[in-house]
């Protein structure tokens, strides 16, 4: 099956939805599906972009086809990667499906073209963009692919009806996550982040941005509360990550900043507990966009894949994902006594803290790959031919 995948990326960069976009095509790809991608690259030579991407993510996008521009300019990118899609599809053979996270090329294609398209959305759009919205979700021959039901309710809230055909399906890890035995994590993390040394009771980790929203201020309460544990956070821009250290006065909380998808792979394993602090409303860094009532973070499947515990702030919309006590501890999201309480558990618990890390790789490995993910869209696919 030919897919062409029309995105809103920026190649390779540190936006949530270059991972997506990524994984998931690498993810076709390795189900069998001929990829031709279109994104605007982050280097001037088109030739480097598949070593870029490979250093960034891990992957390997060389089966695939890769159409792409750059410009020193940020304005218009979703704009001129759907130009760019548009010219080159109309010059050659339509190809099976289009699976678009564009508006502008999803408008195009399925609106006033009236193609097939898969379109997937992962927030409400205002202005004239929620009109285009509303036109694409409303036709019968394009499928909306949403991250989560809430997502799906939150839409047809905005437009007052609801997408003609739905398909929900949650973000997901890549596949082959191998938890690490617990004996050996502490070598494991050292060897990624030789500062975590010290005789520590137990170790947490936090991946991801340090915006409004996602809960540092959380974990700053639970290291000055538990002095004798170690708390990592990866992630986060340059300026976050200085303000924050600037800031910092506890020994035990260590502001690393960005490293490798890899090299958070193996720090993600190698920890005792893992941090998912977020609050009512979550910055995606954008103005304006609040995610919190209906996303599906991708850090929460690899958590998941990790098999280390996880506690994680109670929210609606995680708990289509999540069950307490289960494959997670849930808590009040800005209740740091709570937080203090559910480390204790499950670092004086060895039994509950094994289970919930089990649970939850069970889970991954059952429901949210990117490779299941994948199989499910070539099936919505064939659905549209």
């Given at each position: 099956m030919k897919f062409t995948y029309i995105s809103?990326?920026?190649l390779p960069s540190r936006a949530a939805n270059s991972v997506h976009v990524v994984m998931q095509c690498d993810a076709l790809i390795r189900a069998g599906a001929e990829v031709t991608l279109y994104a605007k690259r982050t280097i001037p030579e088109h030739d480097k972009l598949l070593p870029a991407i490979f250093a960034a993510y891990g992957v390997d996008l060389s089966k695939g086809r890769l159409v792409s521009y750059w410009s020193r300019s940020s304005r218009g990118i979703n704009i001129r990667i759907a130009a760019i899609a548009l010219w080159d599809l109309f010059r050659k053979?339509?190809?099976d499906v289009i699976l678009s996270r564009n508006l502008y090329a999803s408008y195009v294609i399925g609106v006033i073209f009236r193609h097939?398209?898969?379109f997937e959305t992962h927030q409400l759009e205002i202005g004239i963009r929620k009109f285009m919205q509303r036109a694409i979700m409303t036709?019968?021959?394009?499928?909306?692919?949403v991250i989560s039901s809430k997502l799906e309710e939150y839409l047809t809230q905005?437009?007052?009806?609801a997408p003609a055909r739905t398909l929900v399906l949650h973000d997901a890890a890549p596949e082959g996550i191998k938890p690490l035995p617990k004996k050996k994590h502490f070598d494991a993390l050292t060897q990624v982040y030789p500062q975590a040394e010290g005789d520590w009771k137990g170790v947490c980790g936090y991946?991801?941005?340090l915006y409004a929203g996602r809960g540092?201020?959380?974990i700053e309460s639970m290291a000055r509360a538990?002095?004798?544990v170690l708390f990592l956070l990866f992630g986060g821009n340059e300026a976050d990550v200085q303000t924050r250290k600037q800031r910092n006065n506890c020994v035990n909380l260590h502001y690393v900043g960005h490293v490798s998808h890899q090299v958070a792979q193996q720090a993600m394993k190698s920890v005792d507990v893992l941090l998912m602090p977020y609050q009512e409303s979550v910055s995606i860094g954008v103005s304006g966009h609040d995610t919190a009532r209906w996303m599906s973070p991708m850090k929460m499947f690899e958590y998941m894949g990790a098999g280390v515990p996880i506690i994680s702030s109670d929210l609606p919309v995680l708990r289509e994902v999540l069950s307490d006590g289960e494959n997670a501890l849930l808590v009040p999201p800005s209740n740091s006594e709570s937080w203090i309480l559910a480390l204790d558990r499950l670092l004086n618990d060895e039994e509950l803290s094994n289970a919930i890390g089990v649970c939850a790789h069970n889970d991954y490995k059952a429901k949210y790959t990117w490779k299941k993910r994948a199989h499910c869209l070539i099936e919505a696919a064939k659905e549209l031919k």
């Amino acid at each position: 099956m030919k897919f062409t995948y029309i995105s809103p990326s920026v190649l390779p960069s540190r936006a949530a939805n270059s991972v997506h976009v990524v994984m998931q095509c690498d993810a076709l790809i390795r189900a069998g599906a001929e990829v031709t991608l279109y994104a605007k690259r982050t280097i001037p030579e088109h030739d480097k972009l598949l070593p870029a991407i490979f250093a960034a993510y891990g992957v390997d996008l060389s089966k695939g086809r890769l159409v792409s521009y750059w410009s020193r300019s940020s304005r218009g990118i979703n704009i001129r990667i759907a130009a760019i899609a548009l010219w080159d599809l109309f010059r050659k053979p339509w190809p099976d499906v289009i699976l678009s996270r564009n508006l502008y090329a999803s408008y195009v294609i399925g609106v006033i073209f009236r193609h097939p398209v898969l379109f997937e959305t992962h927030q409400l759009e205002i202005g004239i963009r929620k009109f285009m919205q509303r036109a694409i979700m409303t036709r019968q021959r394009i499928i909306t692919v949403v991250i989560s039901s809430k997502l799906e309710e939150y839409l047809t809230q905005h437009h007052s009806l609801a997408p003609a055909r739905t398909l929900v399906l949650h973000d997901a890890a890549p596949e082959g996550i191998k938890p690490l035995p617990k004996k050996k994590h502490f070598d494991a993390l050292t060897q990624v982040y030789p500062q975590a040394e010290g005789d520590w009771k137990g170790v947490c980790g936090y991946f991801g941005h340090l915006y409004a929203g996602r809960g540092v201020e959380i974990i700053e309460s639970m290291a000055r509360a538990r002095p004798d544990v170690l708390f990592l956070l990866f992630g986060g821009n340059e300026a976050d990550v200085q303000t924050r250290k600037q800031r910092n006065n506890c020994v035990n909380l260590h502001y690393v900043g960005h490293v490798s998808h890899q090299v958070a792979q193996q720090a993600m394993k190698s920890v005792d507990v893992l941090l998912m602090p977020y609050q009512e409303s979550v910055s995606i860094g954008v103005s304006g966009h609040d995610t919190a009532r209906w996303m599906s973070p991708m850090k929460m499947f690899e958590y998941m894949g990790a098999g280390v515990p996880i506690i994680s702030s109670d929210l609606p919309v995680l708990r289509e994902v999540l069950s307490d006590g289960e494959n997670a501890l849930l808590v009040p999201p800005s209740n740091s006594e709570s937080w203090i309480l559910a480390l204790d558990r499950l670092l004086n618990d060895e039994e509950l803290s094994n289970a919930i890390g089990v649970c939850a790789h069970n889970d991954y490995k059952a429901k949210y790959t990117w490779k299941k993910r994948a199989h499910c869209l070539i099936e919505a696919a064939k659905e549209l031919k």
